[in-house]
């Protein structure tokens, strides 16, 4: 893993440590994990900790005071670089702040353009656990989005990429970022299915004019992907089981698909979607 050379210089001053790591690791401790104990390794070798010195026990409590999420953009490459892949459960809740977000917000868009696709994937789990999570923290400070745009500018994302920067910047964004989500969404899912949750949020999160805005677009367009887009977004906005989402939209969503009717009857897909979000709208009292 990059910054691995740094880590083991470190471990060789003892020969347990890797039995430590281990350990630490198997215990199965909130927050302790390959990514954070890479951070401690790192954060011992800047204090010059001398493990040949310590006993097994003496290293492991060294290592789970040092042990924790990147404060640095240099940390958060070691984070990102573990050859283990990042999981959302790597993630603890608390310990993972607001100004960690808006910070890791400034510092992925390099990880996330970068070719190795172990790293891209990794810092792809970690901006999507943030948005998830920490999303009032990063749409407070539009500007730490200003990399995710600059990447998105680009023609080098593939689709996962486009759906998770739309997916960003549908959530936290501005009202002038509504074209950039629709163009990444339609990317995104040209080819298939397998981004379409995040697309669909990402466009259901704009606010309610960009939200029918963007469907309105897409079902309107004059090819078929863009109408196929739309289709998609509307299916997986039918699954949608919130009482407060259908009363909130109600009025935006229900004038929106009453012009749809003669393409339900060329699409399948379009007309079980409409049927669903019927039914949704009927329970709204």
Request: with cysteine; proline share 4%.
């Amino acid at each position: 893993m990059k910054g691995e050379k740094g880590s083991r210089v470190i471990i060789a001053g003892m020969a347990n440590t890797y039995s430590v790591f281990a350990k630490l690791i198997r215990a199965g401790l909130t927050g302790v994990n390959p990514h954070t104990l890479t951070v401690a390794l790192n954060r011992a070798e800047r204090l010059a900790i001398r493990f040949d010195l310590q006993t097994e026990q003496a290293a492991a409590l060294s290592l789970l005071e040092l042990a924790g999420y990147p404060e640095t953009a240099n940390e958060l490459d070691l984070f990102l670089s573990v050859g283990q892949t990042l999981k959302p459960i790597s993630f603890v809740d608390g310990a993972l702040t607001p100004d960690h977000a808006v910070a890791y917000v400034i510092w992925l868009p390099p990880f996330l353009a970068q070719a190795d696709p172990h790293i891209q994937k990794n810092a792809g789990t970690l901006l999507h656990w943030l948005i998830a999570n920490r999303r009032a923290a990063v749409a407070a400070n539009p500007g730490c989005l200003d990399g995710l745009r600059a990447l998105a500018a680009g023609n080098t994302l593939n689709r996962y990429q486009a759906a998770l920067i739309a997916y960003t910047l549908g959530r936290c964004g501005i009202a002038t970022d509504s074209d950039t989500v629709i163009r990444l969404a339609e990317y995104a899912i040209e080819h298939g299915r397998e981004n379409v949750a995040l697309v669909s949020e990402a466009i259901y999160s704009l606010n309610p004019a960009g939200l029918v805005g963007a469907l309105k677009q897409l079902l309107n367009a004059a090819d078929e992907h863009g109408l196929w887009t739309g289709i998609q977004v509307l299916e997986h906005i039918a699954t949608i089981d919130d009482p407060a989402f259908w009363a909130a939209y109600y009025d935006e969503i229900d004038g929106l698909i009453g012009g749809l009717g003669a393409l339900a009857g060329r699409h399948r897909d379009l007309a079980r979607a409409l049927d669903a979000i019927e039914k949704h709208l009927s329970l709204v009292e």
